[in-house]
Every structure is written in C-alpha cells, then in structure tokens.
C-alpha cells in the first residue's frame, strides 16, 4: 500500500477530515504533506505522528515515556526494517521474529494500542494480502481476522472518557 493510501487511512481512522494534499518525493516515494499553515512535512511516521497531535488522540504516540520511546522504536523498524523487503524470505523471517516478540504482549508496546500498531498493521498488510493470493491455505489466513484500527482507536477514546466498552454515561 502506497504511503498516501496508508495515511487517508489513518486520517479516517482517526476521525479527521479529509483534505490533505499528499505526493511523494525520490526514488523511494517518500511521502509528504503540503500543511496550510507551515512548511511541508516530510516521511511517513513524521505525518503519521502530526496527523495524531492534530486528531488530539496523543495517546497513541504513548502514555509514558518507556512507552513513548517504544512507539518510535517501532515507528523507525517499519521505516527500516518492513518498508523496502519484498524477498517472500526476507518477510517470512521479519513475521516469525514479530510473532515471536508478541507472545506475551497484546500490542507492540505491552498493553496500550498505538501508532505502532496501526503502521505496521499497514506495512504489513501488503504481505498477507499477497501470501493469500498466492497460497491461500497458508498462514496469512488467521491475519484476516484482525481488528480494524478505527474500532481500535474508538475503544481507546472511549476508556480514556472512562466509559469502559463503549457503556454510556449516566
């Protein structure tokens, strides 16, 4: 999924308003945004992290600073690690090595659904949708039944108001 495809997704997800103006610089299609009110931003989880801030759910960049600095640490291995490998092995060692890292944790930082979690959910998808395509008995099948991000992010607001599972207030 191109970088602009993945951040009208995220703008969505994160309830904002479309109406970003997006293209891509280099041989590497980085992404940019053209702001109304300031230079342009340049690189996916830069924007990803202004789109954020702008939709007031900080939350997802992490509420502690150990978790602040494990939101960027997964942010920098999307960028590295994730986008560019398109070898089947290169991708099917990256997956064992995530599955292995996610055995005691609900999400990349621990307990708390974050940005991380939301890019590379997106780098990652191009994968699956691939290895389905290719072998559809395989793996990528019990990937299908994932959350998606906007019910994810809708959860989280709703427990930071306090209203636990979507209950409403008195």
């Avoid at 970088?3 to 904002?16: D, F, H, T, V």
């Avoid at 290719?134 to 992010?153: C, R, V």
Wanted: aromatic share 8%; hydrophobic share 35%; glycine share 8%.
């Amino acid at each position: 999924m191109a970088a602009a495809a993945e951040l009208a997704l995220l703008e969505k997800s994160l309830g904002l308003s479309k109406g970003n103006k997006y293209s891509a610089q280099g041989e590497r299609q980085v992404p940019v945004l053209q702001t109304n009110h300031g230079p342009s931003l340049t690189g996916l989880t830069t924007i990803a992290a202004h789109l954020v801030k702008q939709a007031n759910k900080e939350y997802l960049l992490g509420s502690t600073a150990e978790e602040k600095a494990l939101v960027q640490q997964w942010l920098e291995y999307r960028v590295t690690q994730v986008d560019g490998h398109s070898s089947k092995d290169d991708i099917g060692t990256l997956l064992k090595d995530l599955n292995s890292y996610l055995e005691d944790k609900v999400y990349l930082t621990g307990y708390n659904f974050t940005l991380a979690d939301i890019l590379l959910y997106y780098g990652l998808h191009r994968f699956v949708v691939a290895q389905l395509v290719l072998e559809p008995n395989s793996w990528a099948k019990t990937a299908i039944g994932a959350p998606d991000t906007k019910s994810m992010i809708k959860t989280r607001s709703r427990r930071k108001r306090g209203r636990p599972n979507g209950s409403s207030p008195n």
